[in-house]
């Protein structure tokens, strides 16, 4: 049974900083992406950044976050974060975490089979 739980949103000002956690339990590391999405209100969810693993790790991010966010794990922990630095109020909206064993690189929402109940971020 595989579980994610998010945490560490919050409300900042432009330029601020914030670490978004996401725990999970019963998932496997060593296959598949985890993922970060945002969704705003009126928005459809999109992708913020990837991490896919199996023999290494690749990486994406959204072109809107590139030099911003930073997206990594910690096995032992069985974590994932993502680091937002420069925050901007276009940044704001509910951060989900996701994963999937059989997702690639790029992958859209639909593609992720665990979610997490998600943590708000706003930025004003």
């Known amino acids: 049974h595989v579980q994610l739980v998010e945490s560490g949103g919050d409300s900042v000002q432009p330029g601020g900083s914030l670490r978004l956690t996401c725990e999970t339990s019963?998932?496997?590391?060593?296959?598949?992406?985890l993922g970060w999405f945002r969704q705003a209100p009126g928005k459809e969810r999109e992708g913020v950044a990837q991490i896919c693993l199996g023999g290494g790790s690749i990486t994406y991010y959204a072109d809107s976050v590139k030099g911003r966010f930073t997206i990594s794990q910690d096995n032992a922990k069985n974590a994932v974060y993502l680091q937002m630095n420069s925050l901007k109020p276009e940044d704001t909206g509910m951060y989900y975490c996701?994963?999937?064993?059989?997702?690639?690189?790029?992958?859209?929402?639909?593609?992720?089979?665990?979610w997490g109940q998600g943590t708000q971020v706003t930025v004003s």
């Open positions: 996701a994963a999937d064993v059989l997702a690639g690189i790029q992958d859209p929402p639909s593609n992720f089979q665990f």
């Open positions: 019963g998932y496997t590391y060593s296959s598949g992406c």
